[in-house]
């Protein structure tokens, strides 16, 4: 079985700073990676995904992240953060043999203060 | 509709009581999928609609926990006997496929609070 380990509970950060969210996995076969977004009382949103090809994807408000297999890693970064990337962010697998379901981690709350 | 809808937004209920929570996914989305949010433990599956396939209820915690997609479309998540520890806040997400490599659009989620 998959598992997904965000060590981060929680990461403040001033604004204009930079920022790594961690996110590592567990799992005997080929996955695809995922992060989501949620906003204060909205739903999930898709940050970015790695399927295939190049290890570094890029996503949506300037995040992104870098797929390491060896490491079995799949951190987010953003140079430079603003108040409103305050949100928590849930890094995710799921298989890539037909799996029908995302495995998420717990979770990082991240607080962007001035 | 423009998104995943679920309701009602929150619920309380008493312990011991039947809940039923509903979503409304993207129109023309085959996939249909719950999930349930506990504080401190992140989102944990619960259980997955693929067109007219039999569900995958993998996740279900326990036979108190039911599903069910009408028409391939509205999706009602059903808890018997409500527990306290049922509290949490419950999402369904769609996808226009089988595979979960494609996009999943959440809901805003139900918050059940078990008093």
Do not use: M
Request: proline letters at 4%; hydrophobic letters at 30%.
């Amino acid at each position: 079985a998959q598992s997904v380990t965000q060590l981060d509970s929680q990461v403040p950060v001033f604004e204009e700073a930079p920022v790594e969210l961690r996110c590592n996995y567990s799992s005997s076969v080929s996955v695809y990676l995922f992060w989501y977004v949620q906003y204060p009382n909205q739903g999930l949103q898709l940050l970015l995904k790695y399927l295939s090809g190049s290890t570094l994807v890029k996503g949506i408000n300037g995040f992104e992240a870098e797929f390491n297999k060896s490491q079995t890693s799949f951190h987010l970064r953003k140079p430079s953060v603003h108040i409103s990337d305050t949100a928590e962010y849930f890094c995710a697998v799921s298989l890539t043999g037909g799996g029908n379901k995302l495995t998420f981690g717990t979770g990082t709350q991240l607080k962007v203060e001035l | 509709g423009a998104g995943v809808s679920q309701s009602p937004s929150n619920k309380v209920t008493e312990k011991g009581k039947d809940v039923e929570l509903r979503c409304d996914p993207i129109s023309g989305h085959t996939a249909l999928y719950w999930y349930r949010q506990s504080l401190g433990q992140g989102l944990e599956f619960l259980i997955y609609f693929q067109g007219n396939s039999a569900p995958d209820k993998s996740g279900l915690p326990s036979d108190r926990f039911s599903a069910e997609r009408t028409g391939g479309s509205v999706s009602t998540l059903t808890i018997q006997r409500t527990q306290q520890e049922d509290s949490a806040v419950y999402l369904c997400a769609s996808t226009p496929g089988r595979q979960v490599n494609t996009e999943a659009f959440f809901g805003q989620g139900t918050r059940l609070t078990v008093v």
